[in-house]
């Protein structure tokens, strides 16, 4: 059974960091690709971040030079760096699996806020 379990979620207050991390069972980490996602109040799912296998990574628009997604294959892990963090991005962070089927962790509140 695939299990994703998210912690370091918080409250920050705004230009502060974060490091979130997902860590993974039930599954050959190393072949997935990982993401995060975040929801916030009001808004659509949006994708974070994303690392495949091979360590290439992808960020979304509005989070790039700020955040830095990485993994620890060996400790079935995925990181989400976030720095110089602004109140719009306060959100539910999602960690997930992505190979043949999709897994989703329960999600970390991040919450900027002076």
């Known amino acids: 059974q695939v299990q994703l379990v998210e912690s370091g979620g918080g409250l920050v207050q705004p230009g502060g960091s974060l490091r979130l991390s997902c860590v993974a069972s039930?599954?050959?980490?190393?072949?997935?690709?990982m993401s995060w996602y975040r929801r916030a109040p009001g808004k659509q799912r949006e994708l974070v971040a994303t690392?495949?296998?091979?360590?290439?990574?992808n960020y979304g628009d509005s989070v790039k030079g700020r955040f830095t997604i990485s993994r620890d294959n060996a400790k079935n892990t995925v990181y989400l760096q976030m720095n110089s963090l602004k109140p719009e991005d306060t959100a539910v962070y999602y960690c997930?699996?992505?190979?043949?089927?999709?897994?989703w962790g329960q999600g970390t509140q991040v919450t900027v806020s002076s």
């Open positions: 997930n699996a992505e190979l043949k089927a999709t897994y």
């Open positions: 039930g599954m050959f980490f190393s072949i997935y690709r």
């Open positions: 690392i495949i296998s091979g360590g290439s990574t």
